[in-house]
């Protein structure tokens, strides 16, 4: 097969498109539950979006991006309804409609110099995220997304949820690389005013009318066009509604604005702008924000000195700073409990050692999550835990090896998406920083340039460190900024840059097809192995089954469940050894016979046709581990009026412990109710048979070996019992009953469920708050699981950080 650059190119853009619609789809899907027209609103949008980039392709971006930082309050007053971050699918299907649009769509138009590395990201995510979600819902089983409620961590998280969660952390990468690709093949004109008139001057615009929002919030009443918890923390919420978020697009365009090159008027309404930027950004209260707008403004100050040759204030420059000065000495006066100052005077002095180990573990560690991240990144370093999972899995690993804490990321951008992604996954992601770390230290505009570039390169460079220490990329609004300065700045510092449409090198395409085989490679091996849903709950001890059911007359002792097409149970383990039966009762067997398959910890015990319903019976070791882990599968079901609502039967299938050998030979007898005899000729039944199976005891003795002796160190968890309370296989179950069974299922929502709102109508709640019935279950979760609802609304704290 000959090389073709062109095929490859649009084979790689079209792969990465086609994720991006994935992701959109099934985010838009789940969020019809909390809102009924989400799915035609975002497909209006995203129809919108491709008439405009056909016809007008500057001009409908100019459009899409008036509403990037409006978006909440504006849903909010036309929906009369709390937003919630899904909600932004809207703008996003707009935006995707333009990418999808554009008459060269299958091409990638990034420079050359940084080709490789952006394409090489773009499609480790695109590829990445599916492969997640499938391994999530635990392969083939499609129904744990809406049939079965199992929760995918100890803290909650349906697969639904999780898998929502995923696909919009692959929008935030894929909508703002594709963004960037499309500035460099419709805003690259030798005019450098195209870029500022359709592209940055809407969102500044938008920017500076939300700074102005976020200040009368701040100096006159802070519930006007707010919501979540942020009046109650005297904290303003800007046209985001997320005080955190916009603080750092106020940050951003504090420094941003005085990149616009014009004439005096111009220059003196970029100043005002900034001016209102900061104060909006004061009013947020956003410490960070406060970090990067101070960082912001030291390259301006540098490329001021250079070009001015030395201080040089004139007669109107001390006026505009005297009257700055006392605006500033006036807001900390008369609003003396607001802004960032305020919640600084809470952090810990430095006049001992104390006040510098907060700092250091402040920027390092907070609340164990650094530690966690760089303990899982030791754990899974090749390709990592699974992109979007380390908010539940890393709030989830904190609070088996040291205490309860909310889903939060990594506390650092580049270490959040190593223990996501892995070395390989973030290959393309490392590569290009470095590139673009090294490409803003060597550029900084010529003449007239200087200062602009400054402003921009001051930008760039607070949310770089605002990253070190915190997540400000979990909002889309600030990853299209970014994505934004990083293009205008570009188009400052190198005016000949040209519009470039190919491929890469065979070479190139040779290594980008080796680090993405090599990434997809491990995580389906790692998929398989500790990473899979219910072996993670067998070893982090929390309920995990579905597919499986309690009959309608249960026996007297022992376990026996009825099975669907394919069921998981993770079962408390009794004794070192499992005395397991299974057997079909299909009314046809004699006729078709049944294909049954049985794995208990991942050892298959059972893979045959079965002709009768003649128990088939086999023993397995399972050693001292606190959990096992039964799966079952067959090829056909059947239907038995007596089972509620007629449900599918695939097996029946009976287990219990034994710690005496010599009670396997009365295996057969042990189940009440089936009395039958097992004849050789029909199906042998298996005497005493190590299969292998030592428990999962294993697993844990490899946690501690990676663990070691730092600073979080495993827990008894590996040798103690479950202390959760027993629930329900399926909505309407007896507690009492499935307590025999040592089957734990909770019947009902899981924690991030009630506060995401992403499950059937039935089971909705518009808030949380307003529904006493949630509440009273979620009660039944314990105190802990109510500490995370109470302090964040998990979804909220997810996507504002």
């Given at each position: 097969?000959?090389?073709?650059?062109?095929?490859?190119?649009?084979?790689?853009?079209?792969?990465?498109?086609?994720?991006?619609?994935?992701?959109?789809?099934?985010?838009?899907?789940?969020?019809?539950?909390?809102?009924?027209?989400?799915?035609?609103?975002?497909?209006?949008?995203?129809?919108?979006?491709?008439?405009?980039?056909?016809?007008?392709?500057?001009?409908?971006?100019?459009?899409?991006?008036?509403?990037?930082?409006?978006v909440p309050v504006l849903f909010v007053a036309a929906a009369s309804r709390p937003f919630l971050p899904p909600f932004f699918v809207i703008w996003s299907g707009a935006l995707a409609g333009l990418f999808l649009g554009d008459r060269h769509a299958l091409t990638w138009s990034y420079p050359t110099r940084w080709r490789f590395a952006l394409v090489l990201w773009a499609l480790a995510v695109a590829l990445g995220w599916p492969l997640i979600a499938y391994r999530e819902?635990?392969?083939?089983?499609?129904?744990?997304?809406?049939?079965?409620?199992?929760?995918?961590?100890?803290?909650?998280?349906?697969?639904?949820?999780?898998?929502?969660?995923?696909?919009?952390?692959?929008?935030?990468?894929?909508?703002?690389?594709?963004?960037?690709?499309?500035?460099?093949?419709?805003?690259?004109?030798?005019?450098?005013?195209?870029?500022?008139?359709?592209?940055?001057?809407?969102?500044?615009?938008?920017?500076?009318?939300?700074?102005?929002?976020?200040?009368?919030?701040?100096?006159?009443?802070?519930?006007?066009?707010?919501?979540?918890?942020?009046?109650?923390?005297?904290?303003?919420?800007?046209?985001?509604?997320?005080?955190?978020?916009?603080?750092?697009?106020?940050?951003?365009?504090?420094?941003?604005?005085?990149?616009?090159?014009?004439?005096?008027?111009?220059?003196?309404?970029?100043?005002?702008?900034?001016?209102?930027?900061?104060?909006?950004?004061?009013?947020?209260?956003?410490?960070?924000?406060?970090?990067?707008?101070?960082?912001?403004?030291?390259?301006?100050?540098?490329?001021?000195?250079?070009?001015?040759?030395?201080?040089?204030?004139?007669?109107?420059?001390?006026?505009?700073?005297?009257?700055?000065?006392?605006?500033?000495?006036?807001?900390?006066?008369?609003?003396?409990?607001?802004?960032?100052?305020?919640?600084?005077?809470?952090?810990?002095?430095?006049?001992?050692?104390?006040?510098?180990?907060?700092?250091?573990?402040?920027?390092?560690?907070?609340?164990?999550?650094?530690?966690?991240?760089?303990?899982?990144?030791?754990?899974?370093?090749?390709?990592?835990?699974?992109?979007?999972?380390?908010?539940?899995?890393?709030?989830?690993?904190?609070?088996?090896?040291?205490?309860?804490?909310?889903?939060?990321?990594?506390?650092?951008?580049?270490?959040?998406?190593?223990?996501?992604?892995?070395?390989?996954?973030?290959?393309?992601?490392?590569?290009?920083?470095?590139?673009?770390?090294?490409?803003?230290?060597?550029?900084?505009?010529?003449?007239?340039?200087?200062?602009?570039?400054?402003?921009?390169?001051?930008?760039?460079?607070?949310?770089?460190?605002?990253?070190?220490?915190?997540?400000?990329?979990?909002?889309?609004?600030?990853?299209?900024?970014?994505?934004?300065?990083?293009?205008?700045?570009?188009?400052?510092?190198?005016?000949?840059?040209?519009?470039?449409?190919?491929?890469?090198?065979?070479?190139?395409?040779?290594?980008?097809?080796?680090?993405?085989?090599?990434?997809?490679?491990?995580?389906?091996?790692?998929?398989?192995?500790?990473?899979?849903?219910?072996?993670?709950?067998?070893?982090?001890?929390?309920?995990?089954?579905?597919?499986?059911?309690?009959?309608?007359?249960?026996?007297?002792?022992?376990?026996?469940?009825?099975?669907?097409?394919?069921?998981?149970?993770?079962?408390?383990?009794?004794?070192?050894?499992?005395?397991?039966?299974?057997?079909?009762?299909?009314?046809?067997?004699?006729?078709?016979?049944?294909?049954?398959?049985?794995?208990?910890?991942?050892?298959?015990?059972?893979?045959?046709?079965?002709?009768?319903?003649?128990?088939?019976?086999?023993?397995?070791?399972?050693?001292?581990?606190?959990?096992?882990?039964?799966?079952?599968?067959?090829?056909?079901?059947?239907r038995n009026s007596q089972a509620e609502h007629e449900r599918e039967i695939g097996l029946v299938i009976s287990w219990k412990f034994v710690h005496n050998p010599t009670e396997v030979g009365r295996a057969s007898g042990s189940f009440p109710g089936d009395d039958r005899v097992v004849e050789e000729g029909e199906q042998t039944l298996v005497e005493a048979v190590d299969v292998g199976v030592h428990g999962l005891h294993e697993v844990c003795d490899v946690a501690r070996?990676?663990?070691?002796?730092?600073?979080?160190?495993?827990?008894?968890?590996?040798?103690?019992?479950?202390?959760?309370?027993?629930?329900?296989?399926?909505?309407?179950?007896?507690?009492?009953?499935?307590?025999?069974?040592?089957?734990?299922?909770?019947?009902?929502?899981?924690?991030?469920?009630?506060?995401?709102?992403?499950?059937?109508?039935?089971?909705?709640?518009?808030?949380?708050?307003?529904?006493?019935?949630?509440?009273?279950?979620?009660?039944?979760?314990?105190?802990?699981?109510?500490?995370?609802?109470?302090?964040?609304?998990?979804?909220?704290?997810?996507?504002?950080?």
């Amino acid at each position: 097969m000959s090389y073709s650059p062109q095929a490859l190119t649009q084979l790689s853009k079209l792969v990465v498109l086609a994720s991006m619609l994935g992701a959109l789809a099934f985010e838009t899907w789940q969020g019809r539950f909390n809102y009924p027209y989400l799915p035609t609103l975002t497909a209006l949008a995203a129809a919108i979006g491709v008439i405009g980039a056909r016809y007008r392709p500057q001009l409908a971006a100019a459009a899409i991006l008036a509403f990037a930082y409006w978006v909440p309050v504006l849903f909010v007053a036309a929906a009369s309804r709390p937003f919630l971050p899904p909600f932004f699918v809207i703008w996003s299907g707009a935006l995707a409609g333009l990418f999808l649009g554009d008459r060269h769509a299958l091409t990638w138009s990034y420079p050359t110099r940084w080709r490789f590395a952006l394409v090489l990201w773009a499609l480790a995510v695109a590829l990445g995220w599916p492969l997640i979600a499938y391994r999530e819902i635990d392969f083939q089983s499609f129904a744990l997304l809406e049939r079965y409620h199992v929760s995918n961590t100890g803290i909650g998280g349906s697969p639904t949820m999780i898998v929502a969660w995923m696909s919009d952390v692959a929008i935030l990468h894929l909508l703002g690389l594709l963004w960037f690709d499309w500035l460099f093949r419709h805003a690259i004109g030798s005019d450098l005013g195209d870029v500022q008139r359709w592209i940055a001057l809407p969102l500044a615009i938008g920017a500076t009318a939300g700074a102005a929002l976020a200040f009368y919030q701040g100096a006159v009443d802070l519930g006007f066009r707010s919501g979540g918890v942020w009046p109650s923390m005297g904290r303003a919420a800007g046209s985001l509604l997320d005080a955190n978020a916009f603080g750092m697009i106020a940050a951003l365009w504090s420094a941003g604005l005085l990149a616009f090159i014009g004439g005096r008027r111009a220059r003196m309404l970029s100043v005002a702008g900034a001016l209102l930027c900061w104060a909006g950004l004061w009013m947020t209260g956003s410490r960070t924000a406060l970090l990067a707008g101070f960082v912001g403004l030291a390259p301006i100050g540098v490329a001021a000195l250079r070009e001015g040759g030395g201080w040089r204030v004139g007669k109107r420059e001390l006026v505009g700073g005297g009257f700055a000065l006392a605006a500033v000495v006036a807001v900390l006066l008369v609003l003396p409990s607001k802004g960032p100052l305020n919640r600084l005077r809470y952090m810990p002095t430095f006049a001992g050692d104390a006040g510098y180990d907060w700092l250091i573990n402040e920027f390092w560690d907070r609340s164990s999550y650094g530690g966690a991240a760089a303990k899982m990144i030791l754990s899974h370093p090749a390709a990592g835990i699974g992109i979007g999972l380390f908010h539940m899995m890393g709030a989830d690993y904190i609070r088996v090896h040291l205490h309860m804490v909310p889903p939060d990321n990594a506390q650092n951008w580049w270490r959040h998406n190593m223990v996501e992604m892995g070395i390989a996954g973030a290959a393309g992601l490392l590569a290009w920083s470095v590139l673009f770390t090294i490409f803003l230290i060597r550029t900084s505009g010529d003449a007239d340039r200087r200062l602009p570039a400054a402003a921009l390169k001051g930008a760039l460079i607070a949310i770089g460190l605002a990253s070190l220490i915190g997540m400000p990329a979990q909002s889309l609004p600030v990853v299209i900024t970014f994505w934004t300065f990083a293009f205008w700045y570009t188009r400052l510092v190198d005016p000949n840059t040209t519009p470039s449409s190919g491929g890469l090198r065979p070479v190139a395409w040779l290594a980008i097809v080796v680090v993405i085989a090599g990434y997809l490679g491990l995580t389906v091996v790692e998929a398989r192995r500790s990473l899979r849903p219910p072996l993670r709950a067998a070893s982090g001890d929390w309920p995990y089954s579905y597919g499986m059911y309690e009959p309608p007359v249960p026996p007297a002792e022992g376990a026996t469940l009825w099975t669907e097409r394919r069921g998981v149970a993770v079962v408390p383990v009794g004794g070192p050894s499992m005395i397991l039966t299974a057997r079909a009762e299909h009314p046809d067997l004699a006729q078709h016979p049944v294909r049954a398959l049985v794995r208990v910890n991942g050892q298959t015990v059972v893979d045959m046709k079965l002709y009768t319903n003649t128990p088939v019976v086999r023993k397995i070791e399972v050693g001292s581990g606190p959990h096992a882990v039964i799966e079952t599968e067959v090829d056909r079901t059947w239907r038995n009026s007596q089972a509620e609502h007629e449900r599918e039967i695939g097996l029946v299938i009976s287990w219990k412990f034994v710690h005496n050998p010599t009670e396997v030979g009365r295996a057969s007898g042990s189940f009440p109710g089936d009395d039958r005899v097992v004849e050789e000729g029909e199906q042998t039944l298996v005497e005493a048979v190590d299969v292998g199976v030592h428990g999962l005891h294993e697993v844990c003795d490899v946690a501690r070996q990676v663990v070691g002796s730092g600073s979080l160190q495993p827990s008894a968890l590996c040798n103690r019992r479950p202390e959760m309370n027993v629930r329900s296989l399926e909505a309407g179950g007896d507690d009492e009953k499935l307590q025999r069974l040592g089957v734990q299922r909770p019947d009902m929502r899981d924690v991030a469920d009630v506060a995401l709102e992403v499950r059937h109508p039935a089971r909705r709640v518009d808030r949380f708050q307003d529904d006493r019935r949630a509440w009273t279950q979620l009660r039944k979760r314990g105190v802990q699981q109510l500490h995370q609802i109470g302090r964040l609304e998990v979804l909220d704290n997810l996507q504002g950080g």
